[in-house]
T-cell receptor, first 115, second 115 residues
Framework: AQSVTQLGSHVSVSEGALVLLRCNYS??????LFWYVQYPNQGLQLLLK??????LVKGINGFEAEFKKSETSFHLTKPSAHMSDAAEYFC?????????????FGKGTKLSVKP | NAGVMQNPRHLVRRRGQEARLRCSPM?????VYWYRQLPEEGLKFMVY????????ESGMPKERFSAEFPKEGPSILRIQQVVRGDSAAYFC?????????????FGPGTRLTVL
């Protein structure tokens, strides 16, 4: 069965610093992987997705993630944090690796950005 | 093109009452998923429906919870005889039947409080 682990429930960076949010997955089949962002009291917005076309995936708002099969990782990065990036970030894998079915989410990482 | 709509956004019920949560998927989307988010937790899958069919309800509690997605109208998640432990945010997501990568679009959620 698939699972997702996000290391670090809280991450704090200074404005302009590198953002690195970690995600490791387990899957017996090639996975589809996603990063979502959630602002307070709102729903989830898709940042980016890995669908096996390219290992480095670029998303919205300057975020990108790299799929590393050997490390079973899909870490999210942004070169320079902005105050508006403060939110909670969720990594998810598609159950069964298929094009349908539920997503399995990590517990989330809350990102704080200090001025 | 409107996104996924959920109503109500906030719902307060007393123990023993019924809660009905509604979800209108994006136009053209016939797949609906319900997830529950508890404080400090990621989203947990509850049920996956297509029009008039429950595809996967493996995440639904066996008692008091039911879901439907009729031919016409929104999807409904129904919780009978609510208890305090049902207090959570409930999110609906939808996807297009032709999507190859299981990209799900989320609604803003319904925050249920049980007194």
């Amino acid at each position: 069965a698939q699972s997702v682990t996000q290391l670090g429930s809280h991450v704090s960076v200074s404005e302009g610093a590198l953002v690195l949010l970690r995600c490791n997955y387990s899957s017996s089949v090639p996975p589809y992987l996603f990063w979502y962002v959630q602002y307070p009291n709102q729903g989830l917005q898709l940042l980016l997705k890995y669908t096996s076309a390219a290992t480095l995936v670029k998303g919205i708002n300057g975020f990108e993630a790299e799929f590393k099969k050997s490390e079973t990782s899909f870490h999210l990065t942004k070169p320079s944090a902005h105050m508006s990036d403060a939110a909670e970030y969720f990594c998810a894998v598609s159950e069964g690796g298929g094009s349908q079915g539920n997503l399995i989410f990590g517990k989330g990482t809350k990102l704080s950005v200090k001025p | 093109n409107a996104g996924v709509m959920q109503n109500p956004r906030h719902l307060v019920r007393r123990r023993g009452q019924e809660a009905r949560l509604r979800c209108s998927p994006m136009k053209g989307h016939s797949h609906v998923y319900w997830y529950r988010q508890l404080p400090e937790e990621g989203l947990k899958f509850m049920v996956y429906l297509q029009k008039e069919n429950i595809i996967d309800e493996s995440g639904m509690p066996k008692e008091r919870f039911s879901a439907e997605f009729p031919k016409e109208g929104p999807s409904i998640l129904r919780i009978q005889q609510v208890v305090r432990g049902d207090s959570a945010a409930y999110f609906c997501a939808s996807s297009h039947p032709s999507d190859s990568y299981n990209e799900q679009f989320f609604g803003p959620g319904t925050r249920l409080t049980v007194l």
